[in-house]
């Protein structure tokens, strides 16, 4: 949305902030605890109630969701990951992204008890859309925790969370 000029031999610091360009809205969220009790066969919402940051005050801690604030439409990259846990052999398990409650992104894979899951899109969004994120399994006879590791201190090393920002555009 802007231009950056250096000029030959200038003595100005010139950054792509101050030309307007920036990675935001932006945010990065986690569990604070485990989430237990996923069932089988259910899309169940990811608790990320914890901010490690949110440039725009967009994401919702209690919603567990990403809003596109106004004014900034664009394209957004997200990602999430996950440590999944169950007592009982895990057939598979989804990590999906969900646009205005919608499923559009989501990747799968055969697993055993204990499993890293992860999950990476670029979408365009406009003002208003928001994105959350979910988790299905195929656990017969059991539940899914996600294991979120509350013995690190919290925003460093977190095992369960996600993120999103604006790409620069």
Do not use: C, H
């Amino acid at each position: 949305s802007g231009t950056l000029a250096i000029a030959q031999g200038g003595t100005g610091a010139a950054t792509l902030a101050a030309a307007g360009l920036a990675n935001t809205p932006s945010f990065s969220a986690y569990m604070s605890a485990d989430q237990t009790g996923i069932a089988d066969a259910t899309y169940t919402k990811l608790s990320m109630n914890a901010e490690v940051y949110d440039t725009d005050s967009a994401y919702d801690t209690s919603l567990y969701r990403f809003t596109v604030p106004a004014g900034e439409d664009g394209k957004y990259q997200f990602g999430i990951s996950l440590y999944i846990q169950s007592g009982a052999t895990v057939a598979y398990s989804t990590v999906g992204l969900y646009k205005n409650g919608t499923r559009i992104f989501e990747t799968q894979e055969g697993v055993d008890n204990i499993i890293y899951r992860d999950l990476f899109a670029t979408l365009p969004l406009v003002a208003t859309d928001y994105i959350e994120a979910y988790i299905y399994a195929g656990v017969s006879g059991s539940t899914l925790t996600i294991n979120q590791d509350t013995t690190s201190l919290p925003g460093q090393n977190n095992r369960a969370y996600w993120y999103g920002y604006k790409l620069i555009g």
